[in-house]
């Protein structure tokens, strides 16, 4: 699987953006990108994925650089419930198996 | 839907014992996986399985360990003897694979088992 590149943490404010970054240099032609977050004691969550076109859900946006090198995950009014580790992740299209790295582990501060 | 169901959450074995954890897919769904997760080494892919049959088994850390799956609605993860070492959190994650872009599919995670060696 191809990797992925977050920084360890973040904080942000209660009802502000928060604009999670995610690099993946070695990303190729037929990689989804996924982002999952796992809140405290919980199994990790699916948030939003995405092949070229940025994408919107009800949870959040998802940016994707033109050369789908790098992508944000853009939570609009960050929650004291988002607090969690949140995954960015490359589905190939060779195997299904989808391997974690390290994630973002995001503060939100009231 | 209930989501994906995992039994027991919570498990205290000594080391030396046998332990089964199992797990329950969302129904219809064609990929299951089983991952672990420790503070040092994060969430590690054990082995997934696509109806029913076992893909790929690269991440299983030795022979202690096997999985099965007998049918499409219940798979088991076996660790035999277990081993301090083995302390973990276990989850489970079911997928439904879109016939013409099986990537596409996001995982569906369970609430997983915490397994405590002693």
């Known amino acids: 699987d191809a990797k992925t590149t977050q920084p360890n943490s973040m904080e942000s404010n209660e009802e502000e953006p928060v604009h999670l970054p995610c690099n993946h240099s070695?990303?190729?032609?037929?990689?989804?990108i996924h982002w999952y977050r796992q809140l405290p004691s919980q199994g990790p969550e699916y948030v939003i994925h995405g092949l070229t076109s940025n994408v919107n859900n009800r949870m959040a946006s998802l940016a994707i650089a033109e050369d789908r090198k790098s992508s944000t995950l853009i939570l609009h009014r960050a929650t004291l419930r988002d607090a969690a580790v949140y995954y960015c992740?490359?589905?190939?299209?060779?195997?299904?198996?989808?391997?974690f790295g390290a994630g973002t582990r995001l503060t939100v501060k009231p | 839907d209930a989501g994906v169901i995992q039994s027991p959450r919570h498990e205290v074995t000594e080391m030396g014992q046998e332990v089964t954890l199992r797990c329950k897919p969302i129904s219809g769904h064609d990929y299951l996986f089983w991952y672990r997760q420790t503070m040092m080494r994060g969430l590690e892919l054990l082995i997934y399985?696509?109806?029913?049959?076992?893909?790929?088994d690269s991440g299983m850390p030795e022979d202690r360990f096997s999985a099965k799956m007998p049918n499409a609605s219940f798979s088991t993860l076996k660790i035999q003897p277990s081993e301090p070492r083995d302390s973990a959190v276990y989850f489970c994650?079911?997928?439904?694979?879109?016939?013409?872009?099986?990537?596409?599919?996001?995982?569906?995670f369970g609430n997983g088992t915490r397994l405590t060696v002693t």
């Open positions: 992740i490359l589905r190939d299209g060779l195997g299904l198996g989808m391997r």
């Open positions: 994650a079911s997928s439904l694979a879109l016939i013409r872009r099986p990537t596409d599919s996001p995982l569906h």
């Open positions: 399985f696509n109806n029913n049959v076992p893909i790929d």
């Open positions: 070695t990303i190729s032609g037929t990689d989804y």
